[in-house]
């Protein structure tokens, strides 16, 4: 992504990552910091202009939270893989609207609570 271009909202999602703590108990919490780690990683990278870095590390974050929906149920835990890769596809192509759609879904899911069958 250019220098000029607006960045992708991936603050806002480190911010609000703690609440899958919440969403799908505190025993995920070691997989939420490893994700929050990676995404602050990610950050970093961007900042400093390695990209590659900065998607690597993005890859790894998103790969643990795609691991985390199968806590959400079966249709879940598969919709939160798909998603996930739609994501990490669309960094690969620099794909901004595939990107912030498929981030979307993602935000949307972490913050609704899972339902007992």
């Known amino acids: 992504m250019a220098d000029e271009e607006r960045q992708w909202p991936i603050e806002r999602f480190v911010g609000g990552v703690d609440e899958l ?3 799908l108990g505190a025993d995920v919490a070691p ?9 602050i990683r ?3 990278a961007r900042d ?15 790969g643990e939270l ?3 929906g199968d806590r959400l149920g079966g249709a879940e835990g598969q919709m939160m893989r798909a998603v996930t890769a ?9 794909d901004r609207d595939t990107v912030e759609r498929n981030l979307a879904k993602i935000e949307s899911q972490a913050g609704t609570p899972r339902k007992d069958p």
Do not use: P, Q
């Open 21 to 23: 703590k919440n969403v």
């Open 31 to 39: 997989a939420v910091e490893r994700t929050k780690a990676e995404l």
């Open 42 to 44: 990610a950050i970093a």
């Open 48 to 62: 400093n202009g390695d990209r590659d870095a900065a998607l690597v590390s993005i890859a790894k974050a998103m």
């Open 66 to 68: 795609a691991g985390l």
């Open 86 to 94: 739609a994501f990490i596809g669309g960094l690969a192509r620099d």
